[in-house]
């Protein structure tokens, strides 16, 4: 049988093939967190993910909202700078995280016996970056 591209043409496109077949299954190298400090030091990479995602769902925001970001021409994507402090909203949540955390130390363990739900995020800001907080927040404008 005779291949219309050869035999070379054949072994060249499978190797190529391998190649990019076994680049699938490589672990891809990621930094390691940095300057963290509420979070745990040791968070694994995909448990910092959720987090984030969580934070980010509760107050209806993006990664930009709290980290310094870049556009890089000919991405789709930002370059985010997230050991960087210079955005204040940074360093709110992570008083907002020491708050939700004291709360439910302190108060919510006591109350029922300790059965309530704890406290978190989207308890007070339900989606929005700044939290419902009083009555007249709720009337239809």
Same mark, same amino acid.
């Given at each position: 049988?005779?291949?219309?591209?050869? !035999?070379?043409?054949?072994?060249?496109?499978? *190797?190529?093939?391998? @190649?990019?077949?076994?680049?699938?299954?490589?672990?891809? !190298?990621? %930094?390691?967190?940095?300057?963290?400090?509420?979070?745990?030091?040791? @968070?694994? %990479?995909? %448990?910092? !993910?959720?987090?984030? /995602?969580?934070?980010?769902?509760?107050?209806?925001? /993006?990664?930009?909202?709290?980290?310094?970001?870049?556009?890089?021409?000919?991405?789709?994507?930002?370059? *985010?700078? *997230?050991?960087?402090?210079?955005? %204040?909203?940074?360093?709110?949540?992570?008083?907002?995280?020491?708050?939700?955390?004291?709360?439910?130390?302190?108060?919510?363990?006591?109350?029922?016996?300790?059965?309530?739900?704890?406290?978190?995020?989207?308890?007070?800001?339900?989606?929005?970056?700044?939290?419902?907080?009083?009555?007249?927040?709720?009337?239809?404008?």
């Amino acid at each position: 049988m005779k291949l219309p591209f050869g !035999h070379k043409a054949l072994t060249i496109a499978g *190797f190529c093939i391998a @190649i990019f077949a076994a680049q699938a299954f490589v672990p891809q !190298h990621h %930094e390691e967190p940095q300057n963290l400090k509420v979070l745990p030091k040791n @968070i694994s %990479e995909e %448990e910092l !993910h959720n987090v984030m /995602r969580n934070y980010s769902m509760s107050l209806g925001v /993006r990664c930009n909202y709290c980290h310094e970001s870049q556009k890089v021409e000919g991405q789709e994507r930002p370059k *985010f700078d *997230f050991a960087s402090d210079k955005k %204040e909203e940074k360093e709110t949540a992570r008083d907002m995280m020491r708050m939700t955390e004291n709360i439910n130390k302190k108060y919510m363990s006591s109350i029922q016996n300790g059965t309530l739900k704890p406290v978190t995020c989207v308890t007070c800001h339900n989606g929005h970056a700044h939290p419902i907080n009083s009555v007249d927040s709720l009337k239809k404008q």
